[in-house]
C-alpha cells in the first residue's frame, strides 16, 4: 500500500470520528431536549447547570473543530478527485 492510498484512509477514519462525535452530540442534545417534559424546574435547571460548567466551552469548541475539518477534508477530497478524473 502506497503513502497516498494509507493517507487517504487515514483521512477517512479521521471524518468517521467526527462524524461520531457529531452523533455523541445529536443524542446528547436529544435527551437534554426530553428534559423539556419533566417539568420547568427540571429543563431550567439542566441549562442552568449546561452553561455554568466547564464541559460547555469545550463542548462547542469540539464540535467547531470537528465540524470545520469534516468539510475542509471533504472539500479537499472532492478537489483532489477532480483533478485526477482531468477534463471530460
Same mark, same amino acid.
Request: hydrophobic fraction near 55%; charge should be positive; glycine fraction near 4%.
Given at each position: 500500500?502506497?503513502? *497516498?492510498?494509507?493517507? *487517504?484512509?487515514? +483521512?477517512?477514519?479521521?471524518?468517521? @470520528?467526527?462524524? +461520531? /462525535?457529531?452523533?455523541? $452530540?445529536? /443524542? #446528547? ?13 427540571? #429543563?431550567?435547571?439542566? $441549562? &442552568?447547570?449546561?452553561?455554568?460548567? /466547564? #464541559?460547555?466551552?469545550? &463542548?462547542?469548541?469540539? +464540535? @467547531?473543530? *470537528? /465540524?470545520?475539518?469534516? @468539510? ?6 472532492? +478537489? ?9
Amino acid at each position: 500500500m502506497n503513502s *497516498t492510498n494509507s493517507r *487517504t484512509i487515514l +483521512l477517512k477514519k479521521m471524518m468517521a @470520528v467526527a462524524g +461520531l /462525535i457529531w452523533f455523541v $452530540y445529536l /443524542i #446528547f442534545h436529544m435527551v437534554s431536549v426530553l428534559s423539556f417534559h419533566s417539568g420547568e424546574a427540571v #429543563f431550567s435547571g439542566f $441549562y &442552568l447547570w449546561l452553561n455554568s460548567s /466547564i #464541559f460547555y466551552p469545550i &463542548l462547542l469548541a469540539l +464540535l @467547531v473543530l *470537528t /465540524i470545520s475539518f469534516h @468539510v475542509f477534508i471533504a472539500v479537499s477530497r472532492q +478537489l483532489s478527485n477532480n483533478e485526477s478524473v482531468g477534463e471530460r
